[in-house]
C-alpha cells in the first residue's frame, strides 16, 4: 500500500456537491466536506483510502 494518500480528484467515487460549504463528496463512504474525502477518511480510520478507483484514461 502507498504512504501517500490517493489523489480523490482522479477517483470515479469522487464529486463536487452544490453546497459551497461541503463542495467535495465520495460516493462510497457517504462523506461531505470542505476538505478531499481521503484526508477525512485517514483522520477517522488511521489509514488511506482502500476504495481508490482511478479514473479511465487516466494515469
Do not use: Q
Not at 470542505?34 to 481508490?52: I, N
Amino acid at each position: 500500500m502507498s504512504e501517500r494518500a490517493p489523489d480523490c480528484l482522479k477517483c470515479v467515487h469522487f464529486r463536487i456537491t452544490w453546497d459551497p460549504a461541503f463542495p467535495r463528496a465520495c460516493n462510497v463512504f457517504g462523506v461531505k466536506g470542505p476538505r478531499l474525502p481521503s484526508y477525512e477518511v485517514y483522520v477517522a480510520t488511521g489509514r488511506h483510502c482502500p476504495s481508490f478507483e482511478l479514473k479511465a484514461g487516466l494515469k
